[in-house]
Nanobody
Framework: QVHVVESGGGLVQAGGSLRLSCAFS????????MGWYRQAPGKQRELVAR???????NVPDSVKGRFTISTDNAKNTMYLQMDSLKPEDTAVYYC??????????????WGQGTQVTVSS
C-alpha cells in the first residue's frame, strides 16, 4: 500500500513564493514519472510540471522560469518551488506519480490537493 501526502499551499501576495511538497510512503520500488497539476475554479486540470529520470519535462510557458520541479529520491518526495506568483496561479494543486510497488505492480497516485491562493 502506498500513501501520498501533499503540503505547502497557502495564501501569498503576488510576487511571492511557495514550495509544495508531495511525499510518498509505503511499499515502493520506484517512482517515475512524477508531476504537478493544477485546477482553477471552472477550468480543466492542467499540467504544471513533470519530471522523469532524465529531468524536468513538459513545462508550460505559463510557468516557465517561475516554477521549478525537483525530487528527493531518498525520501520519495517531490517538490514544486513557485516563485514570482501571479493571481492567475490561484488553483488547487495536485501531485501525481506512477509508482511501481515492491510487488512490481504499477499504480497511478494523486495527492489530495492543496490550495494555492495568490492575492493581487
Amino acid at each position: 500500500q502506498v500513501h501520498v501526502v501533499e503540503s505547502g499551499g497557502g495564501l501569498v501576495q503576488a510576487g511571492g513564493s511557495l514550495r509544495l511538497s508531495c511525499a510518498f510512503s509505503g511499499s515502493i520500488f520506484s517512482i517515475n514519472p512524477m508531476g504537478w497539476y493544477r485546477q482553477a475554479p471552472g477550468k480543466q486540470r492542467e499540467l504544471v510540471a513533470r519530471i522523469t529520470g532524465s529531468g524536468p519535462t513538459n513545462v508550460p510557458d505559463s510557468v516557465k522560469g517561475r516554477f521549478t520541479i525537483s525530487t528527493d529520491n531518498a525520501k520519495n518526495t517531490m517538490y514544486l518551488q513557485m516563485d514570482s506568483l501571479k493571481p492567475e496561479d490561484t488553483a488547487v494543486y495536485y501531485c501525481n506519480a506512477e509508482v511501481l510497488t515492491v510487488s512490481r505492480t504499477k499504480y497511478y497516485y494523486w495527492g489530495q490537493g492543496t490550495q494555492v491562493t495568490v492575492s493581487s
